[in-house]
């Protein structure tokens, strides 16, 4: 599915990841667990595109093709999707335009035909049952006036509708209560299959109790430091990062 | 442009007035005609204004001063199958066609169905109601200080009269339509509409304006608007006028006791464009929207001047205005509001936002508050930026091409100026229009 | 009446504290201005051959000029030639230490709070105190010079560092600039002049002190302070006057240069005499300021407190040259009376990444009127530019006046600027509260007032902050219901 090796990148100067290897093959979840600004986040972003990032070296294969070549829509198109950790409010764009608009958009690089306004209603409305959303919803703006909680469920509820390959959610779980976490999960496991896959990058263990990790990395630094099974997460909760620190530092000694 | 060539235009425009009036014929016995001939008096003594006047330092007319220009024509250009591209769904049947500011009773489509009610263009009105026309024109739209109004003042023959009177509700929206045609040559243009509703009375006016031809048109307009004691008047401008159109609009609305007047302008075409549109709330309780649009690109140069006179105590007034601007287009908004000694309570808001989308394009903004009275709530905010990039970034990580987030997001912006229009078929319209232009800027 | 109103009117009739004469022999020279005046200015100050030059080229200029109309103020017409160009405390000679000032002199500043006596300083400020047309002593330059600071009256300077003032006077502010800045250009006096070496951080506040003392004289003094690059100053100015039943003229010119990585630190606590509760006398203050941000990451930050002058007309500016460069403007205009008011700011951003800052309290009492006029400019290729603006007008009673006459040119499309502004009354609802907790309504306005100031206030220096608090109050004694 993906493919990361040796990824370097910066913010404003600042290196964030530092050779950063990873891979994920279809249908499996991995969650990337890590401390305060050891990079998690700007993984995320880097995947998504975003253009303040800087790559300064090392390469992302996702499906056969460089991911690092194309546009943020054109990696959407291709099927990648990003849970925002601070989802953007659009004041003026309602909803429903908008995901009409992204899933058509992403039918018509596919090759396939767009969807009209009833057959995307009734698309719509099925996804909407998957997170618990209010039809009320569709015609609000985008995020505008919602609650963490609801800004989170909002995002998932867009992985529905859009079906990616690969979902990267990127602190998917904080700010959400128990209630909220569990709809989450909920949307999130009915998801998994053979031929999707998710990086889940979270700073808790709490979300993998709900969504159980094939595979969970330790980042540190810009840099995987551990990867193992669902214990590995764990075991970080039981005795935290320093834990993994300081066997990183044992073995650079 | 030199001292010299300002008067010697400014006489051109004053000696004109002789062929007019010798042009008249019979109207020279109207009471009227003498307010003409102290209204080019005074615009004699104004003569056309200059950057150096406060009021016009972002806005240049000297292009309009270049040429003497003669006073309209007729045109027959326009058949009645090219009024579809210029009408609104529903308001086909209660069209008031002007071409080069004449009123066109062949290209017109209207039949008044309400007692009392009289809707009469301007040039016989001012015949056959003269008394009625005297209560109100030109008794709103000062013309001591605005040359354009003065101007105005002097040679409209031509426009519409609209009286409602008390109680009476018009139903179906009017739709005025504006034609502009210079394919035979630059020409100046005077239209005067006077609309008054009287107490407890609705109405609804859509205005639009469109244009062909390439030599200058020079379209002079002055509304006069009474909305007395709890009337309500709803009011919708479009101008889209072609690149040849130096627009010049002033508005002077004026409202009585619990009144509500409200103004959505929107301004998309034309070469330059002045609006001064005054609101005057001259008695408690009233409400005054004033709402507005542009968008330029090329280089157009947009230019809104608002005034909200709060006279009184207790009244409101809402003023919201967005602009986009692309190409080498300017823009410029001035929002005064004052609120005089006696007006307490007074709640007064105002925001305008403007967008700029090109390395050339610019924007002067002057929000002004002048506030004489104590007990008030007043505020304004003034924002100029570009569209947001988070955003814009969203919307590409779910796989929407940039141009079209750019789009989007600009339509966003607009929005909720367009909820303002209160005829669906209008605002579905205008708001498709925009859309489409977007693409152009 | 209500009790708030019978306090507000009682307040009113409170006196200006600062509004006595000192009885000192002055000398003076004839009323009037021409280029003789001007030739007799520069020939009692010893000036060079060049800075007469330069006087009357701003002479000449002047008299080409005409008073500028468009501020929203009554100005009862001046005449330029009643009024004496040059008052100054006779002296036989220059003292050489402060043991030779004339003692009057020394007990006037005591009196006005400004003790001259650097050993009764409480904190570390150098002074430069200006009485009428000339600096009566300045303190701690001694202290200030090891640092390689130079800290004198502007006519020192002009003997003593020529080169300094030939290259930067007239940079930020050009005799050609305006009407007033011409006029003081021709007649300028005294001031003070600040010049901070490359990388020193001034270790203590300057501050000048202004004093009109003499009778229909007219107050021109200039101010210029140079940061070299990756220098620091904070500078504070005060001034008072005598009550005095004409108007008097007050027509200053303040030039900051900040080169690179530079910050300058501009307070003034102005406050000369208003006139009395019925309009009649005050001072006309009608300044121009204005400094330059040079170079890259340079910064300049202007604060005012302005509760005087029966006419306030000043736009503290800020000429954002340099990339990264900051400017910023903290003001509280306070008017009660007849007083009027019409000032703000220029930003004007050039460099790149550039950022300015406006924050403006005004507060309109009795019969007066206070207006902010503003112009953000971003100027094409100024990428990235930012401002931030808050216009905010208090009033206190109904027959005064609050008006905003905010400019934004804009011409960058990266450009973010944003302006806010409200007018509001203070709410009953606030006293109320305040009187329901035992504070009475007197003390509840101070309150509400200062809330509403404390953007503002934090900006001054600590002493500057107190004095700037009390006199706040004082001048707003019986305005408030």
Known sequence: MITIKDLHASVEGNQILNGLTLEVKPGEVHAIMGPNGSGKST??????????????????????????????????????????????????????????????????????????????????????????????????????????GEKKRNEIFQMAVLEPKLAVMDETDSGLDIDALKIVANGVNKMRGQDRSFIVITHYQRLLNYIVPDVVHVLVDGKIVESGDKDLALRLEAQGYDWVKGEQAAATV | MSKLNYDEIRDWYVSNFNTFENNLNGSLDVPFHKVRKSAIAKFEELGFPARRHEEWKYTNITPLLKEKLPLAG?????????????????????????????????????????????????????????????????????????????????????????????????????????????????????????????????????????????????????????????????????????????????????????SVYSLVNIDIGGKLTRNNLNVALKAEHCEGHLIGFYMGSKKQHIDNHTAIDHAMPNCYSNEIYKG???????????????????????????????????????????????????????????????LDEEAIFYLRSRGIPKEKAQSMMQYAFASDVFEYIPIESVREKIDHTIFERFKTL | MSSEQQIIESRIKSEYKWGFTTDIDMETIPKGLNEDIVRLISAKKNEPEWMLEWRLKAFRHWLTMT????????????????????????????????????????????????????????????????????????????????????????????????????????????????FFAALNSAVFTDGSFCYIPKGVRCPMELSTYFRINAANTGQFERTLIVAEPGSYVSYLEGCTAPMRDENQLHAAVVELIADRDAEIKYSTVQNWYPGDENGKGGIYNFVTKRGI??????????????TGSAITWKYPSVILKGDNSVGEFYSVALTNNYQQADTGTKMIHVGKNTKSTIISKGISAGKSHNSYRGL??????????????????????????????????????????????????????????????????????????????????????????VEAQKLLAISLEGSVG
């Open chain 1, 43 to 148: 993984l995320a972003n880097v995947l998504a595109g975003r253009e303040d990032y800087e790559i300064d070296g090392g390469e992302v294969t996702f499906n056969g093709q460089d991911l690092l070549e194309m546009g943020p829509e054109d990696r959407a198109r291709e099927g990648l999707f990003l849970a925002f950790q601070y989802p953007v409010e659009i004041p003026g764009v309602s909803n429903v335009n908008f995901l009409k608009t992204a899933v058509n958009e992403i039918r018509e690089y596919r090759g396939e035909e767009k969807m009209d306004a009833m057959e995307f209603l009734a698309y719509i409305r099925e996804k909407m049952k998957l997170v618990e959303m209010d039809e009320k919803f569709l015609s609000r703006s985008v995020n505008e006036g919602f609650s963490g």
């Open chain 2, 74 to 258: 007729k045109s027959d250009r326009f058949s009645a199958a090219d009024l579809a591209a210029y009408t609104f769904e529903g308001l086909e049947k209660n069209l008031l066609v002007f071409v080069n500011g004449q009123y066109s009773k062949e290209l017109s489509n209207y039949k008044n169905t309400v007692d009392g009610v009289i809707i009469e263009n301007l040039a016989s009105a001012l015949k056959n109601h003269s008394d009625l026309i005297a209560d109100s024109l030109s008794q709103y739209a000062n013309y001591d200080d605005e040359a354009f109004v003065a101007l105005n003042t002097a040679y409209a023959n031509d426009g519409l009269f609209i009286y409602v009177p008390d109680n009476a509700e018009v139903e179906a929206p009017l739709h005025l339509l504006h034609l502009s045609d210079s394919n035979d040559g630059a020409f100046f243009s005077n239209t005067r509409h006077l609309i008054v509703a009287g107490k407890n009375s609705r109405l609804k006016v859509v205005e639009s304006h469109h244009g062909i031809g390439d030599a200058i048109c020079f379209n002079n307009f002055v509304s006069e608007v009474v909305v007395m004691d709890n009337a309500r008047v709803d009011h919708v401008k479009l101008q889209d006028e072609h690149s040849a159109a130096y627009h010049i609009y002033n508005l002077q609305a004026h409202q009585e006791k619990e």
């Open chain 2, 324 to 386: 986009i601007l692309g190409g080498k287009a300017s823009g410029v908004f001035n929002g005064k509001i004052f609120v005089r000694e006696d007006a307490q309570k007074t709640n007064a808001y105002q925001d305008n936002k403007a967008l700029l989308l090109s390395d050339d394009a610019k924007v002067n903004t002057k929000p002004q508050l002048e506030i004489f009275a104590d007990d008030v709530k007043c505020s304004h905010g003034a924002t100029v930026g570009q």
């Open chain 3, 67 to 178: 008073e500028p109309r468009w501020p929203n103020v009554d100005i009862a017409p001046i005449d330029y030639q009643d009024a004496y160009y040059y008052a100054a405390p006779k002296q036989t000679e220059a003292p050489k230490s402060l043991d030779e000032v004339d003692p009057k002199l020394l007990e006037t500043f005591e009196k006005l709070g400004i003790s001259l006596e650097e050993q009764k300083r409480l904190t570390g400020v150098a002074v430069d105190a200006v009485m009428d047309s000339v600096s009566v002593a300045t303190t701690f330059k001694d202290e200030l010079a090891k640092h390689g600071i130079i800290f004198c009256s502007f006519s020192e300077a002009v003997q003593d560092h020529p080169e300094l003032i030939k290259k930067y006077m007239g940079t930020v502010v050009p005799y050609t600039d305006n």
């Open chain 3, 293 to 306: 941000c040079l170079d890259d990451n340079a910064k300049i930050s202007w604060t005012q407190v302005e």
């Open chain 3, 376 to 465: 953000v400019k971003i100027h094409k290729g100024a990428h990235n530019a930012r401002n931030f603006s808050q216009c905010d007008s208090l009033l206190i009673g109904d027959r005064c006046g609050a008006h905003t006459f905010p400019y934004l040119e804009i011409e960058d499309k990266t450009a973010k600027v944003e302006h806010e502004a409200t007018t509001s009354k203070i709410g009953e609802d606030q006293i109320f509260y305040c009187n329901q907790r035992g504070i009475g309504t007197e003390d509840a306005i101070g309150i509400i007032v200062n809330g509403y100031c404390k953007e503002v206030f934090k900006e001054l220096p600590m002493e500057f902050a």
